[in-house]
Each structure stands twice: as structure tokens, then as C-alpha cells.
């Protein structure tokens, strides 16, 4: 069965400091990969997808992730956090019978904090 | 453009009752799924709806259901809540279905107590 293991619950960071979460994905077939974030109280926004080319993907506000299919790895990177970046993370994978009839499958979340 | 809206926004109820939960959806959007997310659990696919029927379905009981208006909108049902039903419930709409292009409301906080 497809899963997303995300390894760190919580990951703090100092702001102007490097970030990389942690993603890592089981699944059969090539993955269709994906970084959502939520802030308190709102919804999920994506940040990046990625469904086959180029392995490292860039998305919106300055975050970028690699694919790596020999780690079925789909790391998150930015290389300078802000304070307005703390909020919650998830991993997800695409699943089911292509993706006009699938769903996402999310990995548990990990919580970002940013130290002044 | 208008984003997903999501009402009511928080809702208390007690165990036995039911609640009904609805998503509309952009303008031109014809998927609607459901996810519930809890501190447990994390995020889980319940159902989507494309063109009025359901075309997907996770693994949860029978006692939540839903269903797609033909403007798109959409209601999600619980009955007979249990404590274990209080969670964030987000829907997600998009063109074609599935998981291309979602885009998230902000979601119903539900409290059963």
C-alpha cells in the first residue's frame, strides 16, 4: 500500500537559516509527489509537485524539492527561512487510478518554528 | 476568482447526532473531495464527487456519506457521531478530479463532545 513518511515531527530554525524536511514515500509505480503547507487556522496550499522530468522541482515562495527515486525521497529545501514560513508541512503522494481519479495520501506533518 | 468555501466554519454537537458539513466550490470546478484530519490520524481521504457521483471513496464507515449538487456544491453528512469524529474536515475542489490540481478550503472544525 502506497504511504509518506515525514521522520520529524517538529524541526525549529533559526530565521535566515537553510531548511530541509524530510519526506520519504512508498509506492509501486513512478510517484506523483507533492508539499502542501498549513498555517494555523487555514486550509492546505501547495507549494510544489512533481510528476515526472526535471528532479528538482521549484515552487512557490522560494521553497524547492528533489525527487529521488533511488531513496524514495522528495525532500523539502528553502535556503533562507523567514518567520512568516512557520506552519505546518505535509508530504503527499498521489494514488489511485490516475490522477483524475485518485486521491492523496498524506505523510503526518512536520511542524516548523522559526527563532528570531 | 472566489476560493473554496467551507461552512460553517466550527461546529459543536454531541454524540448520537448528525451534522451536516458543506463545500462550494471555484467557479468552473467540478471535483469535490473530502479529507478529515485529526492529531491521530493525521489526513485521510474520505470521498470525492465529479459531475454529481461519487467516483472515489476512502476507508471509512458508512455512517459518513455525501453528495454533489449540479452546481457543483457539496455536502458531507456524519450521523450518530462519536467522540472520535471531532476533527478539522477539508474539502478540496478542482477542473478534472483527482489529485492534479487541488485547491483547499479552509476547512470546518467539528467538536463532538
Known amino acids: 500500500a502506497q504511504s509518506v513518511t515525514q521522520p520529524d515531527i517538529h524541526i525549529t530554525v533559526s530565521e535566515g537559516a537553510s531548511l530541509e524536511l524530510r519526506c520519504n514515500y512508498s509506492?509501486?509505480?513512478?510517484?506523483?509527489l507533492f508539499w502542501y503547507v498549513q498555517s494555523p487556522g487555514q486550509g492546505l496550499q501547495l507549494l510544489l509537485k512533481y510528476f515526472s522530468g526535471d528532479t528538482l522541482v521549484q515552487g512557490i515562495k522560494g521553497f524547492e524539492a528533489e525527487f529521488k527515486r533511488s531513496q524514495s525521497s522528495f525532500n523539502l529545501r528553502k535556503p533562507s527561512v523567514h518567520w512568516s514560513d512557520a506552519a505546518e508541512y505535509f508530504c503527499a503522494v498521489g494514488a489511485g487510478n490516475g490522477g483524475s481519479q485518485g486521491n492523496l495520501i498524506f505523510g503526518k506533518g512536520t511542524k516548523l518554528s522559526v527563532k528570531p | 476568482k472566489a476560493g473554496v468555501t467551507q461552512t460553517p466554519r466550527y461546529l459543536i454537537k454531541t454524540r448520537g447526532q448528525q451534522v451536516t458539513l458543506s463545500c462550494s466550490p471555484i467557479s468552473g470546478h467540478r471535483s469535490v473531495s473530502w479529507y478529515q484530519q485529526t492529531p491521530g490520524q493525521g489526513l485521510q481521504f474520505l470521498f470525492e464527487?465529479?459531475?454529481?457521483?461519487?467516483?472515489n471513496k476512502g476507508n471509512f464507515p458508512g455512517r459518513f456519506s455525501g453528495r454533489q449538487f449540479s452546481n457543483s456544491r457539496s455536502e458531507m453528512n456524519v450521523s450518530t457521531l462519536e467522540l472520535g469524529d471531532s476533527a478539522l474536515y477539508l474539502c478540496?475542489?478542482?477542473?478534472?478530479?483527482?489529485?492534479?490540481?487541488?485547491?483547499f478550503g479552509p476547512g470546518t472544525r467539528l467538536t463532538v463532545t
Open positions: 509506492y509501486g509505480a513512478t510517484p506523483y
Open positions: 478540496a475542489t478542482s477542473r478534472t478530479g483527482g489529485f492534479y490540481e487541488q485547491y
Open positions: 464527487y465529479f459531475s454529481e457521483t461519487q467516483r
